[in-house]
């Protein structure tokens, strides 16, 4: 075992390498734009100068005496398009708003014509001629410009049900012995992943097969069909591979339509790969976010008010919000707890998940006013979350799955070497550089959805999975294969599994870390059936159940682990008794809790998450603590993030290797979110400034030297039945609080405004 591939502890399936590390460094795995197509004509996008008003008109000309312009499609000849529904409120799409449906421009950087051409050099020659005379407005930019418009979340967002609260918050922070007040905010971040957010269609007679990275490729094929016009039978996503995905791939945007329209029209294949600054408008982004926290507590660190304000933007068109009070007000142990979500408008494209979207802006608040009482208190933050740990959330009363929160600390604590902190600010130096500790907690919920799988398992041990779920880079493919192998008893390497497609039976979204869980559980149900089979045909006066459950392996207590070595199946003895030469099973999983009208919703591209805080009698939660020491330059202010450490529980660890590279790469991003990133937004034009690589900022290895993530062991028996809790979103939770706090025990002074620089260091 490596560092890569820890050993696995209780409850961890092997760290096997990769299904498709081979594929990936070899350059076999093919990306969207990397599918051979026939005769395809390449497109460009022309986008918008301007954030608000409209188009006067577009002079052509110069465009159209490119050689090889096959045509130049504006909102005066684009194809006509039905509308398309905005996700949160049950539809599939990530904004309301419809390019190239009308002169009107909501955003900057909104698609305003296509250019289509023999090359693509030729189409971006073409659209860098294109001429357009604009009627512009002055936009609203974010929450400090002229003409936002300002309304809780709560009965805008259909998402968005009900503002947590209990108690009498404004009592018990009245008469509390010790408070915080403090106000945080982060900015705009953009995920814009390595793979760029290309399009390519095909029609063959009525069908149209699109390749695009995408995360959810039920949910692509049914949109694009609504908005076609055409049965969704009729249209076939396929994206065997994803460079990543972070969010940015969940909904439908609203390029693929058009493209699909312009391909049909024209009868031939068209390939779209936008730039990377027009990734920044085309899809969606983290919003920046403002809170108000107030904390009140007695004078042994208990928690006895809480309440947290949240207010997001979004754009005129959408009430998109992630409303992170669901996670915060649940966290700790408080009687007296208040909450309120706003949603801020102005001229902005819509915005949309990205990695854990409700958790990093509001722990961040969170876990920043945590530390700001724990130093009001004297008290080490750790204990402090101790004395606030709790089984049960407090506003409904409902218990936690499991919980190991606390575990996670102390583990944490110790591989870190917290107990060496001197604790008053700039009290530990190293030459010029004052080093701060600081640490934070993380969590994320679990959550699961339906999902079908079809199994094949042959004579010869030769097994092939089919799930249209998605590899985005989390190790899909491998899970879903261990799963296979371990549950029908058959080598590893037998295992074929094939995902990104939509004419296989569906899988969720790969979004809020559910992927695991519920394609898992799916692949694990039909193994059982096809086990179910096969024991029938060699033991046919058993108890089929009872010996199925003996062999598993998956999700199980160790006392049937056991068992499992004890009675392994002799396929060829099923088989023979069975007569045929393949077994095939197809089935579909769905959640406890889960409504009534899931599978329809699963097979039409409707997400139906189910679990963390809105189940009825329990909540699910994956925990962690995270721990950064930071070096501050007592001259120039530089930062620098040395080392971070995390330990993490959550439930069942599928593979330690995929889910160690998982938590390591949130642990880079959440300190990439505290000191790097953030986008830039020109207030008088509503432009983002810095939307490329070179300018916008994001960690490389010199900025992450020595990043530790430890596995904690857990089981939990109650949330599905692999026993595995997502992981995906839970390292880059936290982990900004937590610098911001190794910031104030370095220089003794509060940033509780991200993204924290070198200028922002004033002491
Ligand atoms: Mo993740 S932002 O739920 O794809």
Not at 280 to 290: G, L, Q
Not at 353 to 366: H, I, K
Not at 572 to 595: C, S, T
């Amino acid at each position: 075992m490596t560092a890569a591939a820890p050993e696995p502890k209780a409850n961890m399936g092997q760290p096997v390498p990769r299904y498709d590390a081979v594929a990936k460094v070899t350059g076999r795995a093919t990306y969207g734009a990397d599918m051979p197509l026939d005769n395809p004509a390449y497109a460009f996008l022309v986008t918008s100068a301007i954030a608000k008003g409209r188009i006067n008109s577009f002079d052509l000309d110069d465009a159209k005496r490119v050689r090889g312009v096959i045509d130049i499609v504006t909102h005066e000849n684009a194809p006509k398009l039905k509308e398309s529904k905005l996700f949160s409120n049950g539809g599939y799409a990530g904004t309301t708003i419809q390019p190239l449906k009308s002169a009107e421009i909501a955003h900057d950087g909104q698609i305003i014509a296509v250019v289509i051409a023999e090359s693509y050099e030729a189409a971006r020659e073409a659209a860098n001629r294109v001429k357009v005379s604009y009627s512009a407005a002055t936009p609203s930019a974010s929450f400090d410009s002229p003409g936002t418009t300002k309304a809780a979340a709560k009965g805008q967002n259909a998402q968005f049900k009900e503002d947590p609260k209990v108690g009498d918050f404004a009592k018990a922070f009245d008469e509390a012995e010790v408070k915080v007040e403090a106000s945080y905010e982060t900015p705009t971040q953009h995920h814009n992943p390595m793979e760029l957010f290309s399009t390519s269609c095909a029609w063959m007679g009525d069908t149209l097969v699109i390749y695009e990275p995408s995360q959810y490729v039920y949910g692509l094929k049914n949109g694009v069909a609504e908005q076609l016009g055409i049965d969704a039978d009729k249209v076939r996503v396929v994206n065997p591979y994803v460079g990543g995905g972070f969010g940015s791939r969940g909904s439908m945007t609203p390029r693929t339509a058009i493209i699909a329209g312009i391909a049909k029209r024209l009868n031939r294949p068209i390939k779209l790969v936008p730039t990377r600054d027009q990734g920044f408008t085309i899809a969606t982004y983290r919003a920046e976010t403002r809170h108000e926290i107030k904390l009140g507590a007695s004078r042994d660190g208990k928690l006895v008010a809480l309440r947290h304000e949240g207010a997001e933007m979004s754009s005129r068109a959408d009430p998109y919000c992630v409303g992170g009070t669901k996670t915060t007000t649940r966290l700790y142990a408080c009687s007296n707890v208040d909450s309120l979500v706003s949603i801020v408008r102005a001229d902005r494209n819509t915005p949309g998940f990205m990695r854990s979207p409700p958790e990093v802006p509001y722990l961040f608040a969170l876990e920043s006013a945590m530390d700001e009482l724990a130093v009001k208190l004297n008290m080490d933050p750790v204990e402090l979350r101790r004395v606030n740990d709790t089984t049960n959330e407090p506003i409904g009363g409902k218990p936690y799955t499991s919980r190991s929160l606390m575990a996670c600390f102390d583990e944490a604590a110790k591989a870190f070497g917290w107990a060496q902190r001197s604790v008053a600010p700039r009290s530990m130096s190293d030459g010029d550089w004052l080093i701060g500790y600081g640490c934070a907690a993380t969590c994320y919920p679990t959550q699961m959805a339906p999902s079908a799988a079809r199994v094949r398992l042959q004579r010869d041990g030769r097994t092939r999975v089919e799930i249209a779920g998605h590899e985005i880079g989390t190790g899909a493919y491998t899970v879903i294969a261990q799963t296979a192998s371990e549950r029908l008893g058959v080598p590893l390497e037998k295992v074929s599994v094939f995902m990104g497609d939509s004419d296989l039976p569906p899988a969720p979204v790969a979004g809020g870390s559910n992927s695991t869980a519920s394609t898992c559980s799916a692949v694990m149900m039909v193994c059982d059936q096809i086990r179910q089979r096969l024991f029938k045909a060699v033991m046919p006066n058993e108890s089929l159940t009872d010996k199925a459950k003996e062999t598993v392996g998956i999700g199980q207590t160790p006392a049937n682990q056991a068992a499992r070595s004890d009675r392994p199946l002799d396929l060829e003895k099923a088989f023979d008794a069975l007569g045929v030469g393949v077994v095939e099973e197809y089935g579909e999983w769905k959640p406890e809790g889960a409504p009534l009208d899931s599978f329809k919703a699963m097979h039409s591209g409707h997400a139906r998450l189910v679990g963390g805080s809105a189940m009825k009698d329990k909540i699910a939660y994956a925990f962690g603590a995270e721990f950064v020491e930071v070096r501050v330059n007592r001259f120039t202010h530089e930062i620098r993030c040395p080392r971070l450490v995390g330990a993490f529980a959550a439930g069942r660890i599928m593979n330690p290797r995929t889910a160690r590279s998982q938590l390591m790469g949130g642990l880079i991003w959440g300190m990439s979110s505290a000191l790097l990133e953030a986008t830039e937004i020109d207030q008088r034009t509503a432009r983002y400034v810095n939307d490329n690589l070179a300018d916008y900022l994001v960690p490389v290895n010199a900025d992450v030297p020595d990043v530790e993530v430890i596995l904690l062991s857990e089981q939990d028996d109650h949330i599905n039945p692999v026993g595995a809790k997502g992981l995906g979103e839970l390292a880059n939770v936290g982990t900004n609080a937590a610098i911001c706090n190794a910031v104030f025990h370095a220089t003794g002074q509060r940033i509780r405004r991200l993204p924290v620089r070198l200028e922002n260091i004033e002491v």
